[in-house]
């Protein structure tokens, strides 16, 4: 399974951006979705989540300005109220168990990141 992340970009704060994020090369379809952020010299954290159902997720520092959603093999990441600190390098990342949705280290697949940044 292959993960390719996209939207990346230089934006102004309290702009906004779309991240997409497609999955290959099975017909695998990932039971959960997520995305993570790993700024410089910080760990990569929990971004959000979304189960298959269509259950949603979020880290409490974004809830209220992004939203997560996915199509089947695809997961979206709508980015508004961007503030400097939201700036990062983003990954996309999938997994088949439902537990423990913001550990990054549950998660099987990962994309290859795209960078975000966030100008004041």
């Known amino acids: 399974v292959q993960l390719q992340a996209s939207g990346g970009g230089l934006v102004q704060a309290g702009g906004s951006l779309r991240l997409s994020c497609a999955s290959s090369g099975s017909s695998f379809v990932p039971y959960v979705m997520g995305w993570f952020r790993q700024a410089p010299g910080k760990e990569r954290e929990f971004v959000a989540a979304i189960r298959l159902a269509s259950t949603t997720y979020y880290a409490d520092s974004v809830k209220g300005r992004f939203t997560i959603s996915r199509d089947n093999r695809k997961v979206f990441l709508q980015m508004n109220s961007l503030k400097p600190e939201d700036t990062a390098v983003y990954y996309c990342?999938?997994?088949?168990?439902?537990?423990?949705?913001?550990?990054?280290?549950?998660?099987?697949?990962w994309g290859q990141g795209t960078l975000v940044t966030v100008s004041s």
């Open positions: 990342a999938a997994k088949n168990s439902g537990r423990r949705l913001t550990s990054k280290y549950e998660y099987d697949y």
